[in-house]
């Protein structure tokens, strides 16, 4: 489906790269939404965040002040002038934020998972001007996330952005939420005027990472960053690990280097010319070697030999890997490439064997 998409026009904030979104975590008290709003708008920032329902993954953790926290978010506006941002997971969360003058909306990881939640939202933004931007889903599913944009879109909605938030796996290691890099840009393939925001807060989990997960982000020319901010981050509510100070986001945010693409892209044309060449030799070196596995398949039918022969396959995979870690290629590589040759060739012979 086709996007016709508008840019994300907030009055005073600049389109130019990153558009960032700073603020807590969750809205905890007024003094805290304040005090933080306070310090970053000091700092330049010009869109403030804050959770006001928090999805926990399990029942009696913190799950956010309700609509209370609206009222600070108002204030943050009169008080600083930033625009103010928050998620939202039902139709009446879309209802309270507008009501309460809310300037952009964010749907989670959690809800962009759930097709009945993010129709139900879609309805209730019927006719509304706001942007929405739309968070991944947590699982690695590209289908699910286009599918929620979409949803937000023929709704009416055409100020629309995507939140890159990395993808939950059982097995955390580095990061919190894995970032499959992959994912994000193919979205952006397929979608060239669609703005992305990258959250290194949810990927990263950790202070340490935000700065270089910003970084790749930034190199991959995405178009925003939206960072976990707390004036007193070890005391938060929520997200504790997680969040920085408003003073290590402008640190941090000045180290950022914002590079220009138009000048990477021509310096990089006369390598990538190389490598197109170099994938065109391989593909026809693989079709050639198709073409002779079919003429075994042949073989082997009119001699009636299984197709199968495993020792010979063995003594292929153990060559190939033995060659390739003299010519630098990993083992994993290695393997990976030749099973995938080998399960094509054993597909053409069954092909003319069955025939
Ligand atoms: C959040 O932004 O605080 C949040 C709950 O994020 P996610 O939906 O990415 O888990
Ligand atoms: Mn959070």
Request: include cysteine; proline fraction near 5%.
């Amino acid at each position: 489906m086709e996007l016709n998409l508008e840019q994300i026009t907030l009055e005073g904030v600049s389109t130019e790269r990153p558009m960032l979104i700073a603020g807590p975590c969750s809205a905890e008290t007024e003094e805290q939404v304040m005090e933080t709003a306070r310090q970053l708008a000091e700092n330049g920032v010009k869109i403030f965040r804050a959770g006001i329902w928090k999805p926990r993954t399990k029942p009696g953790g913190f799950e956010g002040v309700g609509s209370v926290g609206l009222n600070w978010l108002k204030q943050v506006k009169r008080k600083t002038g930033m625009y103010v941002a928050t998620e939202v997971a039902t139709a009446k969360h879309v209802y309270e934020a507008l009501k309460y003058g809310v300037d952009l909306l964010w749907i989670g990881a959690r809800t962009t998972a759930n097709p009945f939640a993010v129709q139900e939202i879609a309805d209730a933004l019927e006719g509304v001007d706001i942007p929405v931007l739309i968070k991944n889903p947590v699982n690695p599913d590209l289908e699910l996330w286009i599918g929620a944009i979409e949803r937000i879109y023929n709704a009416g909605i055409r100020q629309l952005g995507a939140i890159h938030r990395g993808f939950s796996s059982y097995d955390k290691k580095i990061y919190r939420n894995l970032p499959q890099w992959h994912l994000p840009v193919e979205l952006k393939r397929r979608y060239p005027n669609l703005p992305i925001f990258c959250d290194p807060s949810h990927i990263g989990g950790t202070r340490e990472l935000i700065q270089p997960i910003s970084q790749q982000a930034m190199d991959l020319h995405f178009e925003g960053l939206i960072i976990e901010t707390h004036c007193n981050p070890d005391q938060a509510w929520s997200d504790r690990e997680q969040q920085i100070t408003p003073e290590f986001l402008k640190f941090m945010m000045n180290r950022i280097v914002i590079r220009d693409m138009a000048q990477t892209t021509e310096n990089l044309a006369d390598l990538r010319t190389q490598i197109d060449q170099i994938d065109n030799e391989l593909l026809e070196a693989l079709a050639r070697r198709m073409r002779v596995s079919e003429e075994i398949g042949i073989y082997k039918k009119e001699h009636n030999i299984t197709i199968l022969q495993t020792t010979r396959y063995d003594e292929i995979l153990q060559r190939g890997v033995e060659k390739g870690s003299k010519l630098g290629l990993s083992e994993a590589f290695m393997r990976a490439f030749l099973e995938a040759v080998h399960e094509e060739s054993v597909r053409k012979q069954m092909e003319i064997v069955s025939k």
